[in-house]
């Protein structure tokens, strides 16, 4: 069942996509060669602590730490660890917070140090699918419109977009209906119109090679990766559907 939001409701959440952004924030300013995972989650979670947040990724469904960390060709689901990360890597990093009881969502794919060139071109796509998929949340349209958006302009770009895991709506609950897929070929069941007070976290996840994913156990949970161990990056917005169109809620 899709739950719209009050006005109140989406002020709230606009508050928790502010101390999202703000965690974000001081990650980027943070993240360099040498750092590990772990670092970046002590500098999300106390940016998050202060501003009178909490995780909403601990414990979730047995998940074991505060933010998703996922390196490389992992894909979503990394959990910070002792890894150091290098040169010329690519970190994934997905920040979830509880705020006043709302939840604010938000992934930005980062690079360490000086990456390749193609390591950004492929940052690059996985951005602007993001934005080309947030101008198309408007109340004239459906949720395939945004799917539709994400797939052609990544794809159109050379990469593949993952099929297995997908956005959400969001709002006192992390994963509430509509699933919000990056695709649209295989066929749609359901397409939802988008209304006004729809909050939906949309998140494409982006590959250099193959859409296919694989899981490898850490610490007892399922880490996604790609099949080819290709590279993969992720970016992701909370963004409410409005009167006349949308506002990105996770934002400073
Ligand atoms: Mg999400």
Same mark, same amino acid.
């Given at each position: 069942?899709i739950?719209r939001?009050?006005?109140?409701?989406?002020?709230?959440?606009?508050?928790?996509?502010?101390?999202?952004?703000? $965690?974000?924030?001081?990650?980027?300013?943070?993240?360099?060669?040498?750092?590990?995972?772990?670092?970046?989650?002590?500098? $999300?979670?106390? /940016?998050?602590?202060?501003?009178?947040?909490?995780? $909403? /990724?601990?414990?979730?469904?047995?998940?074991?730490?505060?933010?998703?960390?996922?390196?490389?060709?992992?894909?979503?689901? =990394?959990?910070?660890?002792?890894?150091?990360?290098?040169?010329?890597?690519?970190?994934?990093?997905?920040?979830?917070?509880? /705020?006043? =009881?709302?939840?604010?969502?938000?992934?930005?794919?980062?690079?360490?140090?000086?990456?390749?060139?193609?390591? &950004?071109?492929?940052?690059?796509?996985?951005?602007?699918?993001?934005? &080309?998929?947030?101008?198309k949340v408007h109340p004239d349209h459906h949720l395939s419109d945004v799917?539709?958006?994400?797939?052609?302009? $990544? @794809? =159109? &770009?050379?990469?593949?977009?993952?099929?297995?895991?997908? =956005?959400?709506?969001?709002?006192?609950?992390?994963?509430?209906d509509p699933?919000v897929?990056?695709?649209?070929?295989?066929?749609w069941?359901f397409d939802p119109k988008l209304k006004p007070g729809l909050?939906i976290?949309? @998140?494409?996840?982006?590959?250099?090679?193959?859409?296919?994913?694989?899981?490898?156990?850490? &610490?007892?949970?399922?880490?996604?990766?790609?099949?080819?161990?290709?590279?993969?990056?992720? /970016?992701?917005?909370?963004?409410?559907v409005?009167e006349?169109?949308h @506002?990105?809620?996770?934002?400073?």
């Amino acid at each position: 069942m899709i739950k719209r939001k009050s006005r109140e409701e989406i002020d709230i959440m606009r508050e928790a996509g502010r101390v999202v952004a703000g $965690a974000h924030k001081a990650v980027e300013e943070a993240i360099r060669p040498g750092l590990t995972t772990l670092d970046l989650e002590k500098i $999300a979670l106390d /940016f998050m602590v202060n501003a009178g947040g909490e995780s $909403a /990724f601990k414990n979730y469904r047995g998940f074991p730490g505060y933010i998703c960390t996922s390196v490389n060709e992992e894909i979503v689901h =990394g959990i910070p660890s002792k890894r150091r990360l290098a040169e010329g890597d690519v970190v994934s990093v997905d920040i979830g917070v509880r /705020f006043k =009881g709302y939840i604010g969502d938000m992934a930005v794919t980062y690079p360490v140090g000086q990456i390749s060139e193609d390591a &950004q071109r492929l940052l690059d796509a996985c951005r602007i699918s993001l934005e &080309q998929g947030i101008e198309k949340v408007h109340p004239d349209h459906h949720l395939s419109d945004v799917s539709r958006a994400i797939q052609s302009y $990544a @794809e =159109g &770009q050379g990469y593949s977009v993952v099929r297995e895991y997908t =956005g959400h709506g969001v709002g006192r609950e992390m994963h509430e209906d509509p699933q919000v897929p990056n695709y649209v070929n295989g066929g749609w069941g359901f397409d939802p119109k988008l209304k006004p007070g729809l909050v939906i976290a949309i @998140e494409p996840m982006v590959n250099c090679g193959t859409h296919e994913t694989d899981r490898i156990v850490r &610490q007892g949970w399922d880490v996604v990766i790609t099949r080819d161990r290709k590279l993969s990056a992720h /970016f992701e917005h909370t963004v409410a559907v409005t009167e006349e169109g949308h @506002e990105v809620l996770t934002q400073l």
